[in-house]
């Protein structure tokens, strides 16, 4: 028989693919927008960005409004956020109306994002927590790959407006769901105390926390910049949008296997930073190597197979640096420093663009997020080693 964490982390899979499926609308449709709106490349990466910006602002609140009014409660008001916020963007005719839209399905996405993660953690800290994370992170490639698919499409038969209205009805869907059946682990009923928030995390915990959520940052703003900017690469060379698309979309596929196998055999084996270095360099080198090859598809399946092993074991990090009371807290200063490098990377990889005129550009530029990556890891490890002699202060 399944076990019930098994089946919770299933559920909490398939809502989260609303999160990647909205993600993605921007820049499925960024030709349309660029032409019809008549904006740059820039702003189009700030609309990219703008999806991530909140984090930095109410990454902490939303772990700490989970702690005292509910987890479940708070991923239901981020996702009736972001179901409001897709149907403002299909309304807009303006910048200014699909900024704003942009930015009330940012703000649901953070609140539902942040408590998803510590869902995984209470049901699964001391058990298979790698393996768990490496299942749920493959619901983000899965929603973006999706739309990678379907959005460019429906985009060149009806216009953008229509696909934004698409992202609102697949995060009513995610809504549903999660209303249906989620439920909270029994484990955790004494730790979380409504009438009580925990909102100060020891120097200990804060320093190695703030280098995961660094390294995870800088980990998916190379994999935004790949999946985001490969496209434009490949139809300046005369492929069609939609055959682009699919390209890039054949290495979010293959990390749907990759991701879940990835964070089993990391477990499995040991030594996750090594896998971590090693996985991401790899991912490197494919990201330098796409403007040089016409059409690469073998890049694209490398970097799906690639970000597998290293993915669920940087979302673990938490876990090894955290106190079982700190997690809502923690979980919100490890996406604060995520969602800084997520709004930041879209516009400087926009900006780059703009600037020297070439689509490659983005693209290295994401390669270097993957190096970033490694140095952010060595850091942490140098703080969490000295986590069990460093003195109590807190931030």
Avoid: H
């Amino acid at each position: 028989m399944i076990e019930s964490r098994w089946i919770v982390l299933g559920v909490l899979f398939l809502v989260r693919i609303s999160i990647g499926f909205q993600f993605q609308s921007v820049a499925s449709v960024s030709p349309f927008l660029v032409d019809q709106l008549s904006i740059s490349y820039a702003e189009v990466g700030t609309l990219i960005g703008l999806f991530m910006l909140p984090g930095v602002v109410i990454a902490l609140p939303s772990g700490l409004l989970g702690t005292r009014f509910g987890d479940k409660r708070v991923c239901v008001v981020g996702l009736v956020l972001m179901v409001f916020g897709g149907v403002l963007m299909g309304f807009g005719q303006t910048y200014t109306t699909v900024f704003a839209g942009r930015l009330l399905s940012g703000i649901g996405a953070v609140l539902f994002n942040v408590i998803l993660t510590k869902m995984v953690t209470d049901w699964f800290a001391g058990k298979e927590i790698v393996t768990a994370m490496g299942v749920l992170l493959s619901s983000w490639p899965f929603g973006i790959a999706l739309g990678l698919v379907v959005q460019s499409a429906v985009a060149s038969a009806y216009s953008w407006p229509p696909v934004m209205y698409l992202s609102s009805g697949v995060c009513a869907a995610a809504f549903a769901l999660l209303i249906a059946f989620y439920r909270p682990p029994t484990s955790t009923a004494n730790v979380q105390e409504p009438n009580r928030v925990i909102y100060k995390l020891p120097w200990r915990e804060f320093a190695p926390v703030s280098m995961a959520g660094i390294a995870w940052g800088s980990f998916n703003a190379g994999l935004v910049l790949f999946f985001s900017f490969t496209p434009a690469l490949l139809t300046g060379r005369g492929m069609s949008a939609t055959d682009a698309g699919a390209l890039v979309s054949v290495g979010l596929w293959v990390s749907l296997i990759s991701l879940p196998l990835g964070g089993y055999l990391t477990q499995r084996v040991g030594w996750p930073k090594a896998t971590i270095a090693i996985f991401c360099l790899l991912t490197a080198a494919a990201m330098f190597l796409l403007p040089f090859v016409p059409i690469p598809l073998g890049l694209s399946i490398l970097v799906g197979l690639a970000i597998g092993p290293s993915a669920g074991a940087i979302v673990a990090l938490p876990a090894n640096a955290l106190s079982a009371e700190n997690r809502g807290a923690g979980f919100g200063v490890f996406y604060i420093w995520y969602y800084a490098a997520m709004a930041i990377a879209p516009v400087l990889a926009g900006l780059g663009r703009d600037m020297t005129g070439s689509a490659a550009t983005p693209v290295v530029i994401g390669g270097m997020m993957f190096v970033g990556t490694v140095f952010a890891l060595a850091v942490y490890s140098v703080f969490n080693t000295d986590r069990a002699t460093s003195p109590a202060s807190t931030v």
